[in-house]
Every structure is written in C-alpha cells, then in structure tokens.
T-cell receptor, first 113, second 114 residues
Framework: DTAVSQTPKYLVTQMGNDKSIKCEQN?????MYWYKQDSKKFLKIMFS???????INETVPNRFSPKSPDKAHLNLHINSLELGDSAVYFC????????????FGQGTRLTVV | AQSVTQLDSQVPVFEEAPVELRCNYS??????LFWYVQYPNQGLQLLLK??????LVKGINGFEAEFNKSQTSFHLRKPSVHISDTAEYFC????????????FGQGTRLTINP
C-alpha cells in the first residue's frame, strides 16, 4: 500500500480554470503538508494541517485553498489558474514529536497552458 | 527562522568514485537535519536524518552524513557511487520548536558518469 498517495499525477489545464488535487495518507500521522516545487526544483512549504487544523499558511495566494476533511486527507483546490501556477505539488505527512521526518507523495505535475 | 544552503548545484562524478554533497544551515533554534533524494519524476525519499546523539549518521544506499554543530554543516558522503545514484539530493532542516515544517536547500544534481 502506498503510504502517501495523491491524485492526479499529471494535470494539464487552461488558464482561468479551477482544479483540485487530492491527497491521502495511511500512516496514521497527525500532520499533513502541501509543498510546491518550482521549475528550478526548489521546494517550499505552502500549508500544513495538524488534526484538521490549519497551522501554516505561507503567504500563498487566496486562489489556493486547502481542505482537510479528516486527518488522513488533505486536498488542494486552486481557483482561476495562472501560468505561474505550473509546478509540481507534493503532499506529505508526519507524526510530530516522533521522528519529525516527512513522508512524501509522488507529486502532481500541474501544467497551465 | 531557518535557511539551508547547498553549496553545489551540480556534482559530476565517475562511477565507483567517492562523493561529498555539501550542506550548511542557519537557525536561531536547535534543528533536526535531513537528506532526501529525488529520482526523476518521483517523490522525495528520506536518505537519512540527524535528531540527536552521534554526529555520524548512516542512511540507506550506503550514504552517511556528519553533523557539525560548530560549522552548522551536514555534509552527505558516499565512498563509492553507482550509476543508480544519479538523482537530485536535498538537504533540509526542521526546527525543534514551533510549527513543524521542512526548509529545503536548493538541491544538488548528482550525475554519475561511467
């Protein structure tokens, strides 16, 4: 079983559209994250949730809205997509206070045309 | 706040040669340190981590790293590399206090030549 799974793996869409990326973890972790990897491979945190509560929101545009229906799921909805949103989005999870390492999904490559 | 600097953006090495990927960090609080590897079109996989204790940590695939608190460094080493080690390597820190988040370096592209 995949520990952290996200769908879809690839997403090609036009500017102005709205899209969602879903993430699920079966590790029993209490914290989930969204990271963005840009074209230069740089990774930066966008959001984190702990037990469904938003903990970190790193100055991400309001067009990005995370939602955590339960502690095993964290979705990312993006409104009015722009060319600059093209990137790879990674979901991750961790158990705070145990090992502090994050487990990552395979990533969603979003291309806005 | 934390920051991470990986001193080499690209490192070309011949197969079976040793390699060192350099990482320096800055933080106002104590940190945990990690090295992740990203193979093409894949997610990030943990290579090794330093939480406390012995400053020399061993990870998967024959990699090891040494934590040097005075130099705020966490360099990654492997004595003999293989073609399959070709990948992007990321150093990351996580503060022991405050909200948990990994702060990554810019990545080092390791290319193994036959």
């Amino acid at each position: 079983d995949t520990a952290v799974s996200q769908t879809p793996k690839y997403l090609v869409t036009q500017m102005g559209n709205d899209k969602s990326i879903k993430c699920e973890q079966n590790l029993g972790h209490d914290t989930m994250y969204w990271y963005k990897q840009d074209s230069k491979k740089f990774l930066k945190i966008m959001f984190s949730y702990n037990n469904k509560e938003l903990i970190i929101n790193e100055t991400v545009p309001n067009r990005f809205s995370p939602k955590s229906p339960d502690k095993a799921h964290l979705n990312l909805h993006i409104n009015s997509l722009e060319l600059g949103d093209s990137a790879v989005y990674f979901c991750a999870s961790s158990q705070v206070g145990v090992t502090n390492e994050a487990f990552f999904g395979q990533g969603t490559r979003l291309t806005v045309v | 706040a934390q920051s991470v600097t990986q001193l080499d953006s690209q490192v070309p090495v011949f197969e079976e040669a040793p390699v060192e990927l350099r990482c320096n960090y800055s933080s106002s609080v104590s940190v945990y340190l990690f090295w992740y590897v990203q193979y093409p079109n894949q997610g990030l996989q943990l290579l090794l981590k330093y939480l406390s204790g012995s400053t020399l940590v061993k990870g998967i695939n024959g990699f090891e790293a040494e934590f040097n608190k005075s130099q705020t460094s966490f360099h990654l080493r492997k004595p003999s590399v293989h073609i399959s080690d070709t990948a992007e390597y990321f150093c990351a820190v996580n503060g022991k206090q405050g909200a948990q988040k990994l702060v990554f370096g810019q990545g080092t592209r390791l290319t193994i030549n036959p």
